[in-house]
Each structure stands twice: as C-alpha cells, then as structure tokens.
C-alpha cells in the first residue's frame, strides 16, 4: 500500500536547491525509529544508516547506499524595481515556457505572487506573443505599489517555489517536485526493511544545480553499491514529429532502469539484478531512453576507486514544471522491485 499522505506531504514541501530544509524536516520524523544513525552534513545531505541485521552479519556484505534527491527546480529573487516588481532568476532546469502566468511563492513566508505576462490585447511589437520570454523579460508580481512595500515582503536571494498543490486523480497523481520527492519517498519506504549489509540512505540536496549533494555524500559513505532513486520524464504525450521520438518511457508501463544517461554508464551486473528481479516477481520494466538527462549517480560511480551504480526512476509526465503526473502502480511497482533487487544482493 502506497502511502499517498506521505507524498502529499514530500512534493507539496517547497525544497528548491539549496533550501531543502523543509523536506529534511520530512524525512527525519518519518525515518528517525526505522534507522541506526542519522547525520547532517555540511550541504544539508541527511544521511541515514542501518545496520546490518541477522546473526553474525553485523558489517559483513557490501555496503549498500541508496540516494535520492531533495531538491526541486525553482527561481530566486535577483532584483527588486522601483515599481515593486521582483526580478528573478532560475535555479536549475526550468523552462523558459513554464514560468508564464504561474502563481509562485516568495521566500519564508510565502508571499504569493504571479508571473505576470503581457496580455495579447497589448502585443504591440510584432511577433511579441510568438517567441518564448526569457526569465530575464519577465517580472513575479506580488502586488507591491512601491519598491520600499516589495522590500518590506521580499528580499534578493529569496527563494521562489511554484505555488501548486498535490491532486489525487485516481490512478494517476498531480505534483510538483515529483523529481525527486519519489525517490525520497521510495527509501522512506524502503528504510522500514531489515537488511543483511550495511545500508546507507543519502537524501542529498543541490542534485539540480550539478549533482553537488551527491558529490560529499558518496565521499563520506564511501558504498560498494549504489542504487539511485529517481523521478524520470515519461514521453508518452504527443510528439512534435508523429514516430520521429521513442515513447518510452510511458506512464503505467513500470519503473524505469538507465543503462546510460549523460552522467554514467550503469553497472551491468546491477541493471542485471533489477532486470532479473523484475522477471522473477512479474515486474513491468521499462529501458530509460539511451543518452537522455542524468542524476546523482554521475557523481557517486566516480567516487575516489568508483562505486557499482544503477539508476532506478518512476517516469512522470511533465518534469520541472508545476504539474506532474505519475502513476500509483509504477510507484507501487518501483518499491516493489527495489525489495526484491535488495534482497538479492550479495
Ligand atoms: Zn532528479
């Protein structure tokens, strides 16, 4: 059973790179009875250990981490004018097309604001409406009258979250922050379990600035293994080019294994093992798309003499913007499938 409250809870937190407190805050509380040791490092990573269980077994076994990512794509306020509108810049891989007519919160206390846009009565350079605005051409709107009233409720530096909220839809869910907020709910999940090495969670922060987390986090725990839990894009919507891009990953179809992104070419023993794993308890299993995106395990298969690494990501249609989709049964079956991978590893 999945544990849809708990994914309320993990993608409605705002934890833009860099500001992934509120989602620690999360983790802890749900993770503190279930595990041995919890730390905090310098980058704000919480890394949680467990110990090996079953007799004789304390330290034997590889050393197993799981890691997945806090942090969300968002903006951060740059500049605030004389008229009271904030200037704004990104954090991590935002779509220009995303930002317009968004609602948005600003900094701690979450003043609201919008992403104002031009309406098309008042398009009166030719072609304005047709080319995509820049973030530098567009302002967040808090309703301030003057520059002191802004500054009064926002300041440069502040962070900016999309103002969205999670929906039950059925057999699908509607989120932001699903990438990577499943996998934070995945090894929330899968701390539960009793395991026969030693198993190191890492939630790691900044993945979406540059894998900078991920980087420390490895480099402490130092793992034999290593499985990364993602949010992935699924591609099942229309396509500009009817058969021209794979569909692949899609919604409904499992969760889904990287054999090679950008960042890391997946150990083949490991994509093996969730292959084989899927096989055996009947598991859809989907091939992620060759040569697309990357994630922390870029960063943790290079760790100091590397580190055995596998990607394992639940698609969501819609990725780093406000409205997300994902399917229960994917989740259902990505934990599903990293039990059973776990409880192969030797
Ligand atoms: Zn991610």
Redesign the pocket.
Known sequence: MLDLKLIEKLTNAPGVSGNENAVRTIVRAGIEKHVDDIRVDALGNLIAFKRATGKGKRGTGPKVMLAA?MDEVGLMVTFIDKQGYLKFDKVGGVDNRVLLAKRVLVGKDRTPGVIGVRPIHMIWRKGEHKKVSTNEELVIDIGAATQEEAQKAAAVGDYVVFDTAYEDWGALVKAKAF??RI?CYLMMELLKGGYPFPLYAAFTTQ??VGLRGARVAAYRTLPDIAFIL???GAADMPQPKEGDTSRVPALGKGPVVTVMDRSVICDKGLVKLLRDAAKAKRIPLQVKQPGIGG??AGRIHITREGVRTVVLAIPARY?HSPVGLMAKADIANGLKLMQAALAKVR
Request: overall charge negative.
């Open positions: 990512h990438d990577d996998g993945e979406e993602e949010g992935t994630t922390d990725i």
